[in-house]
């Protein structure tokens, strides 16, 4: 099945530190990835979605400053956390699709601490 | 509604069916998938059911799939105490893209 792999798995630092994370898709060509958050026993929260080559979408709320997202090629996506707070720790998953009626396929995630 | 609803429990013994429902929201949402996290993982795709289809099997797991009334429900056979976990049912709506909406999740706790 389709693979994604997301790193790093987990990310301790101080706070205004910003932190890169990458999402690939190993096997397929992802024309669209998605960057989600959740929370601690809640549902994921979709971010932004991101199609190769153009500006990410942004969901009202999520700063588009804040969360720099980069899809420069159809197997990689990244999502920077810029000057990182408390307030950011969260658990970030990606996913990736390749043709628009293909499932998402998702990332192990990748849990920010932010002290 | 505007959220995919899901119970937030649900407790079994291990070699009982389990049946975890959700509602969704968009009569015409196309695609519907249920997927598994584990303690601090990421979602795996468990299976994912078209909106022309009724039910779906797929070894110990069946879908199945009421439009009308928009309900949507995973039943796990003979279950086992790996599949201890949160389900989350998803819908692909028409109008946000390829973008999934999430129900809240279902904790599976499956005791031995």
């Known amino acids: 099945g389709a693979v994604v792999s997301q790193h790093p798995s987990r990310v301790i630092c101080k706070s205004g530190t910003s932190v890169k994370i990458e999402c690939r898709s190993l096997?397929?060509?992802?024309?669209?990835m998605f960057w989600y958050r959740q929370f601690p026993k809640q549902s994921l929260m979709l971010m932004a979605t991101?199609?190769?080559?153009?500006?990410?979408?942004?969901e009202q709320g999520v700063e588009k400053d804040k969360f720099l997202i980069n899809h420069a090629s159809l197997t990689l996506s990244t999502l920077t956390v810029t000057s990182a707070h408390p307030e950011d720790s969260s658990f970030y998953i990606c996913?990736?699709?390749?043709?628009?009626?293909?499932?998402?396929?998702f990332g192990d995630g990748t849990r920010l601490s932010i002290l | 509604g505007e959220d995919v609803e899901q119970s937030l429990f649900l407790s079994v013994r291990e070699g009982d069916s389990s049946v975890i429902n959700c509602t969704y929201t968009?009569?015409?949402?196309?695609?519907l998938y249920w997927y598994k996290q584990e303690p601090g993982a990421g979602l795996q795709l468990l299976t994912y059911?078209?909106?022309?289809?009724d039910m779906k099997q797929d070894q110990r797991l069946t879908v199945l799939l009421n439009k009308k009334d928009k309900h949507l429900s995973l039943r796990i056979a003979d279950t086992q105490t790996g599949d201890s976990a949160i389900y989350f049912c998803?819908?692909?709506?028409?109008?946000?893209?390829?973008?999934?909406?999430f129900g809240k999740g279902t904790t599976l706790s499956v005791s031995s």
């Open positions: 096997d397929f060509q992802a024309t669209t």
């Open positions: 996913s990736a699709s390749g043709r628009s009626n293909q499932p998402q396929h």
């Open positions: 059911i078209f909106s022309n289809m």
């Open positions: 968009d009569s015409s949402s196309t695609y």
């Open positions: 998803a819908e692909r709506r028409n109008q946000a893209g390829t973008a999934l909406i």
């Open positions: 991101s199609n190769e080559g153009s500006k990410a979408t942004y």
